[in-house]
Nanobody
Framework: QVQLVESGGGLVQAGGSLRLSCKAS????????LRWYRQAPGKQRELVAT??????NYADSVKARFTISRDNAENTVYLQMNSLKPEDTAIYYC??????????WGQGTQVTVSS
């Protein structure tokens, strides 16, 4: 059973940057897909970014501002967030998917962007 622990959230002013980390208790090399989701108050959870091997994909709302990356040696997935906007305020969740072992979620980290 792999556990995912997010960190790096916090309070930042609009236009600022944060880097979220998602540390896995085991190897992330075998996961087919690694993703970041977010959920704002009163809204459904939405997919923000995906990395499958080396290929990345982003929600239109974060394209050109967010970058997802992975470090297999550190068993960590990152989400670099630049040019943050108040509408980026949400709890951000790390997600890992494997066809062999299923889906794993982290506990979430709060990101708050002030205007």
């Amino acid at each position: 059973q792999v556990q995912l622990v997010e960190s790096g959230g916090g309070l930042v002013q609009a236009g600022g940057s944060l880097r979220l980390s998602c540390k896995a208790s085991g190897s992330i090399f075998s996961f087919d897909a690694l993703r970041w989701y977010r959920q704002a108050p009163g809204k459904q959870r939405e997919l923000v970014a995906t990395i499958i091997r080396g290929a990345t994909n982003y929600a239109d709302s974060v394209k050109a501002r967010f970058t997802i990356s992975r470090d297999n040696a550190e068993n960590t997935v990152y989400l670099q967030m630049n040019s943050l906007k108040p509408e980026d305020t949400a709890i951000y969740y790390c997600n890992a998917y494997s066809t062999m072992s299923g889906v794993y979620w982290g506990q979430g980290t709060q990101v708050t962007v002030s205007s």
